[in-house]
């Protein structure tokens, strides 16, 4: 039988309505939650998300200051832009897109936004507050994940999930979240990565597999057990003459194939794609509410 395919774009659209509706109570009160956005250079990807984000903040009613800065910015003149976002009591949150430039220090880049700002949860602090289970700003696409499963019915306690990939923004902090003591989570968690020996025979121990090698067909039907829940992180782009781009995207999974395996998957795109913004306006409202005492 066919997986029920599980629709990121409609859940997004969901808690965005959620989101609309805080916002405008916010403005009832004269508080206009604010995003900083910084993106070095003129990566093809990083700008179409960028885009992607400031049309989004601006459709639930989230301000915006949007900055694109060239490829040869310094360090130093990024740091500037951050404390000056650090100081701005319009701004509650800051996104700097990544990758940055070679030449410019991310660890040092990522040290210098406010913890109270960081909307992308990738500041030391935060790391460390998600790993302890404290609160704090979880990173856009792992929480986004944990949403959809949740949204959709899956029950993660007690289940396994094995993780496919290692990153810093994916892999290590979804298997984190999911193996904290709280409602949402509670699995038991497998994190494989590109030196796991047989890598099917860890997923298909899975009842949930989460695939975010940034590779396509990493994960193939032989390696899914029959009615597992796949969610595919991967978003690849792959040559394809008949499209007029020239390239289609594709996830980590071989979606056809694992679809009449899985009882429920997400396709890309329209899966966890859309989530990742709307977890990051989430972090947006929620930021601007701390900031004034509204819980
Ligand atoms: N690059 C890829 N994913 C992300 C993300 O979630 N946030 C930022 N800032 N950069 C990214």
């Known amino acids: 039988m066919s997986a029920k395919i599980i629709d ?64 040869d910015t310094t360090e130093e003149e990024l740091l500037a832009l951050v404390n000056r976002m650090n100081d701005d009591p319009k701004i509650n949150g800051i996104l700097v897109q990544l990758p940055l430039p070679k030449h410019i220090n991310e660890s040092a880049v990522l040290l210098a936004v406010n913890p109270d700002k960081d909307v992308d949860g990738f500041h030391p602090m ?24 949740i949204r959709s019915g899956v029950e993660t306690s007690g289940a396994h999930v094995v993780v496919v990939g290692r990153s810093n923004i994916v892999g290590k902090p979804v298997a984190n979240m999911l193996l904290q003591k709280k409602e949402g989570a509670n699995a038991t968690v497998t994190l494989c990565h590109t030196r796991t020996k047989d890598l099917g025979y860890h997923t298909r121990q899975a009842d949930i597999i989460i695939a975010a090698s940034g590779w396509p067909n990493t994960v193939t039907a032989d390696m899914v057990k029959e009615s597992a829940v796949v969610i595919d992180v ?52 929620v930021s601007a509410k701390r900031a004034n005492d509204i819980d």
């Open 8 to 71: 990121g774009k409609q859940i997004a659209a969901d808690i965005r309505e959620e989101l609309k509706a805080e916002v405008a109570s916010l403005k009832e009160k004269g508080i206009v939650p604010g995003l900083g956005v910084i993106l070095v250079g003129d990566d093809p990807a990083s700008q179409s998300y960028v885009s992607a984000k400031e049309k989004a903040c601006e459709n639930i009613g989230i301000y915006s200051d949007d900055n694109r800065l060239p490829a």
């Open 126 to 149: 935060s790391v460390g507050k998600m790993m302890i289970g404290e609160e704090t700003f979880l990173p856009c696409t792992p929480h986004g994940v944990v949403q959809m499963l």
């Open 234 to 285: 991967g978003v690849n782009r792959v040559e394809d003459a008949s499209r007029e781009r020239g390239y289609r995207l594709v996830g980590d999974v071989d979606f056809d194939a694992v679809k009449e395996k899985a009882s429920m998957i997400t396709p890309v795109p329209g899966g966890v794609g859309p989530m990742t913004i709307t977890m990051l306006l989430y972090n947006t409202v």
